[in-house]
């Protein structure tokens, strides 16, 4: 059990458009969803929090207006990058916690902007 | 501010060595040290340590927790190839954020 699902896997998309990446959580509900960033060769950096129903929290630096985060549901939470750049490829990566401390990790989008 | 530091950054061992893997950390309502296994996706889960001086262990895995040290060391004995992996540490706070350590990269040679 505890599966999440991230999509797309891979995405390359134009400079100035806007890409929506989901996370669901398969076989169980979660109560918060996290979304992650990760460079190449570097550790994770949490983005946000987000549970179901109510905005999410944004870690410092992050901007909430760029990264826009919805948690329609207890099994899905969607990123949306919007008006992406260059600097904004990344390895994205989502986790769902069922409140009991244990996050599980998607397997991660891969984002490239051109 | 919170942080999480492992030491050492990238590690080369041969089939059969056994390592120890170091992380130490400053975190304001620090609640459980989470250790994951990334390889090429994402990371999965290894433990979670919430109380000190608890050993746990998962076949040649094992890890503990120094809650007055403030660090944990994840222990590799009879390392093999498919250990191979960059090995993060994170910090759990009472709001179930996790900050990740950089990571140390294995490279088990055959």
């Known amino acids: 059990g505890a599966v999440v699902s991230q999509h797309p896997s891979r995405v390359i998309c134009k400079s100035g458009t806007s890409v929506k990446i989901e996370c669901r959580s398969l076989?169980?509900?979660?109560?918060?969803m996290f979304w992650y960033r990760q460079f190449p060769k570097k550790s994770l950096m949490l983005m946000a929090t987000?549970?179901?129903?109510?905005?999410?929290?944004?870690e410092q630096g992050v901007e909430k207006d760029k990264f826009l985060i919805n948690h329609a549901s207890l099994t899905l939470s969607t990123l949306t990058v919007t008006s992406a750049h260059p600097e904004d490829s990344s390895f994205y990566i989502c986790?769902?916690?069922?409140?009991?401390?244990?996050?599980?990790f998607g397997p991660g989008t891969r984002l490239t902007v051109t | 501010e919170d942080k999480v530091v492992q030491s050492p950054l990238s590690l080369v061992v041969h089939e059969g060595d056994t390592v120890t893997l170091n992380c130490s950390y400053e975190v304001t309502n620090f609640r459980s040290l989470l250790w994951y296994k990334q390889e090429k996706k994402a990371p999965t889960f290894l433990f979670m340590l919430?109380?000190?001086?608890i050993e746990k262990k998962s076949g040649r895995l094992s890890s503990i927790l120094d809650k007055k040290e403030l660090f944990s060391i994840l222990n590799i004995t009879a390392t093999q190839t498919g250990d191979s992996a960059i090995y993060l540490c994170?910090?759990?706070?009472?709001?179930?954020?996790?900050?990740f350590g950089s990571g140390t990269r294995l490279l088990v040679r055959p």
């Open positions: 986790s769902a916690s069922r409140g009991l401390a244990e996050q599980y």
């Open positions: 994170a910090s759990m706070d009472s709001s179930y954020k996790l900050i």
């Open positions: 987000s549970n179901e129903g109510s905005k999410a929290t944004y």
């Open positions: 919430t109380s000190s001086g």
């Open positions: 076989d169980f509900q979660a109560t918060t």
